[in-house]
């Protein structure tokens, strides 16, 4: 399956990330593969995809899902050693993909981060096709293609297949719903305060956190009263642009984190 851009205009590279994994839980699983497709300005489109040796078994409810099997990946390299490379793809790039937000990004981050290289997502466009297709039609990949596209999903749960579906959809939700057509708009549009939805916009405007005990309390008031707590969330697997809000609340209160 290829894609040809019809409504999404480009200014600068746009990175579609696709990571198959020996798991779900962001600190203790593992990437065993990723897709990456880059869409440039010039509606040229390139790919990467690589297997990855998790160091660790693959629990069979995993290649259930995806079907990668412990002796498939037995000579692929460490994440560790397709790092830079990998890096090198998506700087400077904006980010999309079908449901990264909750689970590809900050994956990639944590892996990116034991390979001792930083991974912000900040000054970014981050686009999440799930968090539009949640909005319109609360269903999955596989309904979207087949909403959007018309046809089937192909080569379900293969990394590359699961980025250029992504890609298709994403770039058919711009026409459909008239959204803005370009990944820094469109992120507008989307991210209400940080691009996990760890924050948003109280009545008044304020920062308000959207988890925990102080759900619904601003951002400022915690850091006033509860700094421990706020130090507590900067340990925890946020993305980078939401402890930089919780880093400048303390430090606006004189609270060093």
Not at 76 to 97: H, K, Q, R
Not at 235 to 252: G, I, M
């Amino acid at each position: 399956m290829t894609v040809e851009l019809q409504n999404l205009v480009l200014t600068r590279p746009l990175c579609v990330i696709d990571l198959e994994s020996s798991g779900t839980n962001v600190r203790e699983d593992r990437i065993i593969e990723v897709a990456v497709l880059t869409a440039r300005p010039d509606q040229s489109i390139s790919s990467f995809v690589r297997r990855v040796n998790p160091g660790r078994p693959i629990p069979p409810a995993a290649t259930a899902v995806h079907g990668i099997r412990d002796a498939d990946v037995a000579n692929s390299p460490t994440f560790a050693t397709v790092a830079p490379e990998l890096s090198a793809i998506l700087d400077g790039c904006d980010l999309a993909g079908f449901g990264i937000v909750g689970f590809d990004l900050p994956l990639l981050i944590a892996e990116f981060a034991r390979a001792g290289l930083a991974f912000p997502v900040a000054g970014r466009a981050v686009i999440d096709a799930l968090a539009i297709f949640r909005r319109r039609e609360p269903r999955d990949l596989t309904a979207a293609v087949r909403l959007y596209r018309g046809e089937d999903r192909c080569g379900a749960h293969t990394a590359l297949a699961d980025a250029t579906n992504a890609l298709a959809v994403l770039d058919a939700q711009v026409h459909r719903y008239g959204l803005p057509r370009s990944p820094a708009e469109l992120h507008a549009a989307l991210v209400d305060v940080d691009v996990g939805g760890a924050f948003r916009r109280g009545p008044d405007g304020e920062v308000v956190l959207s988890f925990g005990k102080y759900r619904g309390r601003p951002l400022a008031g915690v850091a006033a009263e509860d700094p421990g707590y706020l130090r507590w969330v900067l340990r925890q697997p946020c993305l980078d642009d939401a402890h930089a809000l919780v880093r400048a609340a303390l430090t606006a209160h004189f609270v060093p984190s």
